[in-house]
């Protein structure tokens, strides 16, 4: 798509958008995060702010990889080297998670202290 | 001979060589932060303290974020004009971009900056105090209360430096080196401490490490006329200076008679078992063991002097970093082997500016003791080191606990509650406002759910309080200041540290994974600045060229601002 | 991918010959070469230095394992200065610090500075683009650096050696809390060998890292003329394999490094749990709060691909030499292929089954026992085709070869005994006893090195215009072959009963201590405890018997037979069409490649093998409009 000229003149605008949406969704991320009358869920930090920043957070990059970094239109040997990047990395962090998490029991951190009970963070 | 491929694209793979190598560069980018997000994961779900949400200045942040996400934008036009072979408009563009990593590591910068210089520590209650350290004072000054010290007062230690009034202090009757493992600039402030309160470091005894009839040496290195020189000396008498020179000396001659020594034992041991394998050929080297051993008197070993010990007259007071010292009441060892006898003298912390309190700590602690039970938390707080001891920090908490039940009677009709910060954390412009306000004037506003506090200045928002201003605040008292100050004693004190990678794991993450970003940013800049700067001739030789190492370097950028993209929120929102 | 589609480049397919480069001097062309051939002997040379040091270090440990009351004995000792003795003997005797130093550098030094230089950077360098007719890596001066930064990382972690603190002493696993107190005496950490130890990883991944995006890229993009993927040599696509190992599974190594560096130099607390007490610093005046288990997490999520990163260079290696030297083509060569993608993506799942002891939950140990028992199913097709690629061959032994067939059995006996550690159950009473050591060199030693060696033979004639010794190769063969089993087999058995791997008096100390006061434990010990005996003396054998190795090595460059031909072996991989050794630019012409790898045995021609690169002719019963469109302008030929 961004490789005639005329294309590349075409293709201003959307970066242009593309820049105001990425600026926007900042404010937006902050204002949620900071402003308590726009808080959601508790008052405070809690699970929604965590879901709505990550969520615009995903946005961006999404945005970002797709039309800044061309990704949206990529041969298709770009995708499968990237790819695997993304799904090594989905497996460190999902494995890694699951090995703290672990649905039948997980003791928690010993505490190092002679004589005291692990201590059990997760909730 | 030439690589095919580097500027027009293979065929049945569409792509030029750099572009492959960018994307798998990319992928492994991924993983290096996958790695990081992951240990984040984990450090934030496996905490056992409050994990500091929203801690960070918000505004740097946002500015920083804005920054890169312009000049994101700014790479892909400079990327375009070169497509559309507009040299000037490339140059324009690209400058832009490579302003904007500046503006953003000078941000960072001014962020990491403060963070170095701003002190935490952690109570044995684990109630948490911020603030500013003040500085050791020469001896014999003292200074009025609410007076500032002039820049003359303060101790300097050997490098000119101010000490922060974090020391260990222990006065030392006796020291002693490791002959091997001491470490330079440690010895060199004990010299220079002690000469500057005319005290004097002699060897203790007579220390013989050849033939020759111990001499004595002054503190240079000098002996008297007609004896040895340092340099050739192989006794040492009782009451010779400690210096530098004397040290190296013994440290040479000691490394001398080690090696030779250990030459002569390992020969004499090898012979040993040889004699003991032809004496009981049938036995084990097991059961030989306890009896083969070396003749030391038949060997021509030489002294080995593995410490060498000093005595201090008059008995001194010097300062020790904690971290380097592991105290007793009568000893002392640091880290470089050097055993101290004498009497640990107080080592109070000495905040000149307390900035904030924090007692979410503590209050975990006192629930993972007897659950969810918030009167505990209150009389624990109350019962605290803190707030019995200084009643400016006590003044300030009874009315955060005003404030509070207002708050909360605010956040009810919402069908709300206050959040454990707002609970338990007293943050530098609430303690202003404390400081500044009336218990009886204590009100919070309407409709902003948040708890009292004075408003930031721009220049607050970036480099914290403006001590100079808040300092001289004029309190409902009388007296002036905003900010109490507090003498910490040693025993109360926990862990303390400045706001680094060291004071908790989120500071560390915090650290390092901005600082790795950070790096990313300065190479992307180099490597985009070098095409700005340097680009000419790939571009009179082949605009394609430059345009195809623009793209990728550009993808480069646009990796580093994604990964912000997501660091901004996880650090500093959440 | 098909054949249609892999044009060379319009404007620079051509000037292979270089006679228009002037000569690049003396450095250029030995030491800052940019020739990916030059880089891998580079490669070479250095990870058989490293390798021989690391061996060095391991008969130090075997001399404190069987005789702890005996000082080291001066055929030993000589490296030490006397100031070392002082340091690190006690008497002469090895102390168990040293042990452990000598310990963790000799797993560091064979694994991350001998194994993968030499399988992938040496023998990865040399022959992969000769085998997919390039002329050279996408990126040369990229892999100089890549070379350089190995032997920066290299140097940095031995030059701690010298230092007061001594190299690393914490296992080369490298395992946090100890690995962050390690040292902690050195007032100047960025000058205690366990830091030295970090920044050392780092250049060695960032090593790595270039390495790995140069070849991917290399084998990607510059594959000649009718190389489509399906045509490729296996070597190659192990080298794929490899290089996509080493780009996803390094970085997250590389974080751990940097934190575990954070936490030595900045005090943080990564890897620091609360209340972490030590005997010599008391309570450790750190924050706390981190997670010993994340860096074993982030360790072992390189720590599994890289034993196959160790691996497929071998397996690699062999898998050229077999079909060369039986004149059959690769059995299942299809199944190879897809085995080894397999291998790849499964070993990014499988790495906490080296974590079974450390508390984790069922649910995970099952999923990691599952994926690792699944993980044998590839391996065991890519060994099964090699041992039946031999059945009805007409096997010439040649010295590359003789090699290659002892890798089968060997590297059979590694991978076996590895099942029962997959399982967490037997796990839990095998870990971290010898029975592992065994197993791991099993894979390691007789399998991996006999895959490298059998490499270095075959491939000598090409790199150096010279054969090897067959003579010699023989003397240096049964002797490793008899001491490698006579070094590991008896430690499968000590394993079993419960010998633990870090023992630097091996075992004395559980030694019943007189009559009646002996446990049971004891009793077992005492029956095994001579085999460290035989296994240290295997060692020393095994160290005579690489005398003849290096004689042959070197003095064949003087005294060895020389080639006749380019392609002595008759073998139909694209190196052997190169001149002998290649120039710089590898090709005369531009090779053209109209078949599959392994053509040999074929009935319809009259050798017994039909080369990649030989042109086909138009009247035989061979298809050839389909295989490549038009004709090539010159036709390539082994002079």
């Known amino acids: 798509m961004a490789d005639s000229p005329e294309a590349i003149k075409k293709a201003t605008r959307l970066y242009l958008l593309i820049g105001a949406v990425l600026f926007g969704g900042t404010v937006l991320t902050v204002l949620v995060a900071t402003v308590p009358s726009l808080d959601f869920g508790k008052h405070g930090f809690d699970t929604a702010d965590l879901l709505i920043g990550l969520l615009i957070a995903t946005v961006k990059a999404t945005l970002v990889a797709a039309i800044f970094m061309h990704l949206n239109h990529e041969k298709r040997l770009i995708y499968w080297l990237f790819g695997l990047g993304i799904g090594a990395a989905i497996c460190l962090l999902f494995l890694t998670g699951l090995a703290i998490w672990d649905p039948i029991h997980y003791n928690g951190f010993p505490t190092g202290v002679p004589g005291s009970e692990p201590v059990r963070h997760f909730k | 001979m030439e690589i095919p491929y580097i500027f027009t694209p293979r065929k049945d793979t569409g792509l030029v060589n750099s572009k492959i190598a960018i994307w798998l560069f990319l992928a492994s980018e991924v993983m290096l932060f996958g790695g990081f997000f992951s240990a984040y994961i984990f450090l934030r779900l496996g905490a056992d303290y409050p994990w500091p949400e929203r801690t960070l200045p918000v505004l740097p942040g946002l500015i920083n974020t804005f920054v890169l996400i312009g000049s994101s934008v700014t790479v892909i036009f400079a990327w375009m004009s070169l497509k559309l072979r507009k040299w000037h408009q490339f140059q324009f563009f690209m400058a832009i971009t490579v302003v904007c990593a500046g503006v953003f590591m000078v941000l960072k910068g001014i962020e990491y900056n403060v963070k170095f210089h701003h002190q935490a520590l952690r109570l044995k209650d684990y109630a948490v105090v911020e603030g500013h350290l003040g500085y050791e004072l020469k001896d014999g000054v003292h200074v009025a209360h609410g007076e500032e010290p002039k820049d003359e007062d303060f101790a300097l230690n050997h490098h000119g430096k101010k000490i922060e009034e974090n020391m260990i202090n222990f006065e030392t009757s006796e020291l002693s080196f490791n002959t091997v493992r001491y470490h330079h600039d440690w010895v060199e402030e004990i010299i220079a401490h002690a000469a500057e309160r005319n005290a004097a470091i002699t060897l203790k005894e007579d220390l013989k490490l050849g033939k020759e009839a111990p001499v004595l040496f002054d503190k240079d290195g000098n002996a008297a006329p007609g004896s040895k020189p340092l340099a050739m000396a192989d006794g040492f008498a009782k009451g010779s200076v400690l210096s530098m020179k004397l040290l190296e000396r013994i440290t040479e001659l000691h490394l001398e008679a080690r090696s030779h020594n250990a030459e002569l034992r390992t020969d004499a041991f090898r012979e040993e078992w040889k004699k003991a394998h032809a004496q009981y050929p049938g036995k084990s080297d097991r059961q030989l063991a306890p009896d083969v051993k070396i003749d030391v008197t038949k060997l021509d070993l030489k002294v080995e002097h593995p410490s060498i010990g000093f005595e201090v007259q008059p008995a001194t007071v010097f300062h020790f970093r904690p971290r380097d010292i592991q105290e007793g009441p009568a000893s002392g060892t640091l880290r470089d082997g050097t055993a101290l006898a004498g009497k640990m003298e107080e080592s109070p912390m000495g905040f000149h500016y ?221 | 991918m098909s054949a249609h589609a892999a044009p060379a480049d319009d404007h620079h397919g051509h000037g292979h010959d270089d006679h228009h480069h002037h000569d690049p001097g003396f450095w250029k062309k030995y030491f800052f070469s940019t020739d990916h051939k030059t880089i891998g002997i580079q490669y070479g040379l250095t990870a058989m230095a490293f390798l021989a040091f690391g061996f060095y270090l391991m008969m130090v440990m075997r001399w404190s394992i069987a005789y702890p009351h005996q000082p080291l004995p001066e055929w030993m000792s000589w490296i030490f200065t006397d100031n070392w003795k002082a340091r690190w003997l006690t008497d002469g005797k090895v102390t168990g610090e040293t042990y452990n130093m000598f310990g963790a550098m000799h797993g560091t030094i064979m694994v991350f500075l001998g194994i993968v230089p030499l399988g992938f950077g040496a023998f990865g360098n040399y022959v992969t683009p000769l085998q997919i007719g390039a002329v050279d890596m996408a990126f040369p001066k990229l892999n100089m650096t890549s070379y350089w930064c190995y032997l920066a990382g290299g140097l940095t972690m031995c030059a701690s050696f010298f230092m007061e603190s001594g190299a690393a002493k914490s296992g080369w696993t490298n395992y946090s809390p100890l690995a962050g107190f390690a040292d902690g005496q050195i007032v100047n950490q960025w000058l205690a060998g366990q830091t030295q130890w970090l920044i050392g990883l780092v250049l060695l991944i960032s090593s790595s890292l270039l390495g790995s995006v140069n070849f991917i890229t290399t084998i990607i993009n510059l594959r000649a003329r009718g190389m489509t993927w399906m045509r490729m040599p296996f070597f190659v696509w192990a080298m794929l394999v490899t290089g996509f190992l080493l780009l996803l599974a390094f970085p997250p190594l590389e974080a751990a490094g940097i934190m575990q560096l954070m936490d030595r130099v900045g005090h943080s607390s990564f890897f620091m749990p609360s209340g972490l007490y030590s005997a010599s610093e008391g309570l450790a005046d750190l924050s706390g709060g981190g997670s010993p288990l994340l860096f074993q997490h982030l360790f072992w999520f390189l720590g599994h691909p890289e034993v196959y990163v160790l691996l497929l260079p071998a397996i690699a290696c062999v898998a050229e030499i077999i079909p060369v030297n039986t004149r059959r083509p690769l059995w299942g060569y299809k199944a190879m292929v897809y085995g080894v993608l397999t291998l790849g993506f499964l070993s990014f799942v499988v790495w906490a089954h080296h974590m079974y002891l450390t508390g984790m939950g069922p649910v995970v140990s099952t999923f990691f026992q599952t994926t690792t028992v699944l993980i044998s199913i590839p391996s065991v097709i890519l060994l099964t085709s090699m041992i039946i690629s031999l059945w009805g061959g007409s096997i010439r032994f040649t010295p590359g070869m003789i090699w290659a067939l002892a890798f089968l059995p060997m590297f059979g006996i590694g991978g076996l005994t590895g099942l029962p550690l997959a399982f967490n159950l037997v796990d839990l009473h095998l870990h971290d006893t010898y029975y592992v050591i065994g197993h791991f060199h099993y894979v390691v030693a007789p399998g991996i090195l006999f895959g490298l060696f059998a490499g270095v033979y075959h491939w000598y004639p090409k790199i150096t215009g010279r054969h090897m010794s067959n003579v010699m190769s023989h003397i240096h063969f049964w002797p490793s072959l008899i001491c490698m089993n006579l070094i590991f087999f008896p430690m499968l058995t000590q394993g079993m009963a419960g010998f633990h791997r870090r023992w630097y008096n091996g075992g004395d100390a559980y030694m019943p201590s007189g009559e009646g006061s002996a446990n049971v434990f004891s009793l077992i010990v005492e029956k095994h405890i001579d085999l460290n005996i035989l296994m240290s003396m295997g060692a020393w054998a095994m160290a005579v018997a690489q005398i003849p190795f290096v004689i042959n090595l070197f003095g064949s460059l003087l005294w060895g037979k020389k080639v006749e031909s380019d392609n002595p072996y008759n073998a139909t991989t694209l190196e052997w069409a190169t001149p002998t050794p290649p120039g710089h630019g590898n090709f005369v012409t531009e090779p053209s490649v109209y078949r599959g790898p392994y053509e040999y045995s074929r009935p319809d021609c009259e050798d017994d093998y039909l080369p990649q690169w030989e042109e086909p002719k138009r009247d035989a019963a061979v298809p050839v409009a389909s295989e490549l469109p038009g004709t090539p302008t010159t036709h390539p030929s082994a002079h």
């Open chain 2, 354 to 574: 307390v900035d904030a309190l924090d007692f979410r700590h503590l209050a975990m602690k006192v629930e993972e003791k007897v659950g969810d039970n918030p009167e505990a938390v209150e009389k624990a707080i109350e019962e605290s080191w803190l707030i019995k001891s200084n009643h400016e920090l006590k003044e300030i908490w009874e009315k955060q606990q005003k404030a509070l039940g207002l708050l909360t009677a605010e956040l009810a009709k919402k069908d709300r509650v206050p959040t454990e910060k707002d609970k338990y954390r007293v943050n530098w412009q609430e303690m202003v406002y404390y400081a500044t306000t009336r218990l009886e004037d204590i009100k919070i506003e309407a409709g902003k759910y948040q708890m009292p506090h004075v408003k930031m200045e721009l220049d607050e928002e970036f480099f914290g309080p403006n001590y100079a201003v808040r300092a001289k605040a004029q309190r409902p008292d009388g007296h002036l200041g905003s900010f109490p100050h507090l003498s910490v004693p040693r025993a109360e004190v926990q862990f303390a540290s400045k706001f680094a990678p060291a004071w908790n794991t989120y500071y560390a993450i915090y650290f390092t994974m901005t600082g790795l970003h950070g790096l990313h940013v300065i190479g992307g800049a180099l490597v985009l600045g070098y095409y700005l700067f340097c680009g000419k001739k790939m571009y009179l030789s082949n605009p394609e060229w430059l345009a195809n190492r623009v793209e990728v370097g550009g993808l480069f950028w646009h990796f580093v601002d994604l990964v912000w993209i997501f660091l901004f929120p996880i650090l500093y929102l959440m």
